[in-house]
């Protein structure tokens, strides 16, 4: 009788892991990392690609430091890559010396990285991060002002160029700074940003190993967008194209940006009357396969175990490590806002 009880107990046990793993299988991935609190406590290691990748043993960005405020903290969107999160802290220093009074600091990645539920299609690997082109205030920014305040434009009003009035020598040696660095892969920014940063250091031909990476993109014009290059120690890192060898892209690919074409969205051909395809949607299946691994990777006692300050130590955060909860577990996140911004119809094949 005992061990028919056994049985009947271990078989509704596996009936329950299948049905789990069924459900896993057809959920969104975006709703299960989306909804994720915590990193998974191990070696650091990306997966994947900047679009379609996860992270292992992300850490976060501190909410505050001497020259940094971390903004929509509701989202949780401050995990990286450790190298990520300490090229941002190196910034802030560096940018300080430079005039730049401290990064208001935006989405990172998620915990385990991975789809988000709302916005970008990229920071899925823990290496990409966002920074205002706001000049952070000689305050420290409530929780809620952090959530409210809006970053501020740097162009004029309706038009593809640079605001005299709010543009500074500052905002130009700041992404300077950021380009120098030989981890960083690219920085994105708005194309009349990048045609201010060729008006004021393209003349200058030994700065064209860091102009070339300033990349121009719509939308970066609140924020410019650093990607750091695949990390040592993660083989499953997909590296992006690298940007061209020569130059500092203040040419005809810039100008490119600056007809109607990128900047107009594709008509309906009349003669088509077949609906599009619903867009399918990508489970954790469609990620690579150590992203499942990395769900089920055990998750630290609390948050500050894992945020990267001076007393960050990874071996007290491993022997704290509890189940995680990441595949059912988690609360919704905010619903990020829509841009305002005109969508083109094509991105250059460089990006």
């Not at 905002?171 to 120098?180: S, V």
């Not at 509890?322 to 969508?343: C, E, F, H, N």
Request: with cysteine.
């Amino acid at each position: 009788m005992v061990n028919r009880i056994g049985l009947l107990a271990a078989l509704a046990g596996f009936l329950t892991a299948i049905s789990t793993i069924a459900a896993t299988a057809q959920t969104p991935a975006k709703e299960i990392f989306g909804r994720t609190d915590l990193p998974s406590v191990t070696t650091p290691e990306v997966h994947g690609y900047y679009t379609k990748g996860c992270l292992a043993g992300g850490v976060a960005m501190p909410t505050d430091g001497q020259n940094w405020q971390a903004m929509r903290l509701e989202r949780n969107r401050r995990w990286g890559h450790p190298q990520m999160i300490a090229l941002l802290q190196r910034l802030s220093t560096d940018a300080a010396q430079d005039g730049w009074p401290g990064l208001l600091v935006g989405d990172i990645s998620q915990p385990r990285g991975g789809p988000m539920l709302t916005g970008h299609r990229s920071h899925q690997v823990g290496l990409d991060a966002d920074v205002w082109l706001t000049k952070m205030p000689n305050r420290r920014l409530s929780r809620q002002e952090r959530r409210d305040m809006s970053a501020i434009s740097v162009l004029q009003s309706g038009k593809l160029t640079v605001n005299e009035n709010i543009w500074t020598r500052e905002h130009g040696r700041l992404l300077r700074r950021a380009a120098l660095y030989n981890s960083v892969e690219r920085v994105l920014v708005h194309p009349g940003i990048k045609k201010k940063m060729c008006e004021t250091y393209g003349g200058d031909s030994s700065n064209n190993r860091w102009m070339i990476k300033l990349r121009p993109v719509y939308g970066h014009h609140y924020h410019f967008h650093i990607r750091i290059k695949c990390p040592e120690g993660s083989p499953g890192c997909r590296a992006q194209n690298p940007v061209p060898a020569s130059g500092n892209g203040c040419d005809e690919t810039l100008d490119w940006w600056f007809t109607s074409e990128p900047w107009t969205p594709r008509k309906p051909d009349p003669k088509k009357k077949t609906p599009p395809p619903r867009p399918r949607i990508t489970t954790v299946a469609d990620l690579p396969p150590a992203c499942r691994v990395v769900l089920e990777q055990p998750q630290p006692a609390n948050e500050e175990l894992v945020t990267l300050t001076s007393s960050f130590s990874r071996t007290a955060a491993l022997a704290s490590s509890v189940p995680s909860t990441a595949p059912l577990g988690g609360r919704p996140r905010t619903t990020i806002p829509r841009s305002k911004l005109p969508v083109p119809a094509l991105r250059p094949v460089a990006d």
